[in-house]
């Protein structure tokens, strides 16, 4: 199994990034798969979450309406694109997937398979 996260850099704030995580071994069309990510000296949070569907998403309060997560079934990927990039964004993004369950999770403790991680830094 393996989850190859991309995309991430260097930004300035106000500005946009969009990752993606490309994802083999399993069959992705029955995960919901996440973005969550951690910044130094700080635990891992939530950032957003996509039904193996793709018709319905939850994003945390933090980043709702500047970020946007979408999948690919077809190409296997999912995305985060992020809008509006604040300081406090900087951090390494990971990306997760979780075998389908009636209600998608925002516990990392959940999640099935993770990324290495990309690390995206937001400069003010």
């Known amino acids: 199994v393996q989850l190859q996260a991309s995309g991430g850099g260097l930004a300035q704030a106000g500005g946009f990034l969009r990752l993606s995580c490309a994802v083999s071994?399993?069959?992705?069309?029955?995960?919901?798969m996440a973005w969550f990510r951690q910044a130094p000296g700080k635990e891992r949070e939530f950032v957003a979450v996509i039904k193996w569907s793709g018709d319905s998403t939850y994003h945390a309060a933090s980043v709702k309406g500047r970020f946007a997560i979408s999948r690919d079934n077809a190409r296997k990927t999912v995305s985060l694109q992020m809008n509006d990039l604040k300081p406090e964004d900087t951090a390494n993004y990971f990306c997760?997937?979780?075998?389908?369950?009636?209600?998608?999770?925002?516990?990392?403790?959940?999640?099935?398979?993770w990324g290495e991680g990309t690390l995206v830094t937001v400069s003010s």
């Open positions: 997760a997937a979780h075998f389908q369950s009636r209600t998608m999770s925002m516990s990392f403790d959940d999640y099935d398979y």
């Open positions: 071994g399993i069959p992705f069309n029955i995960y919901d």
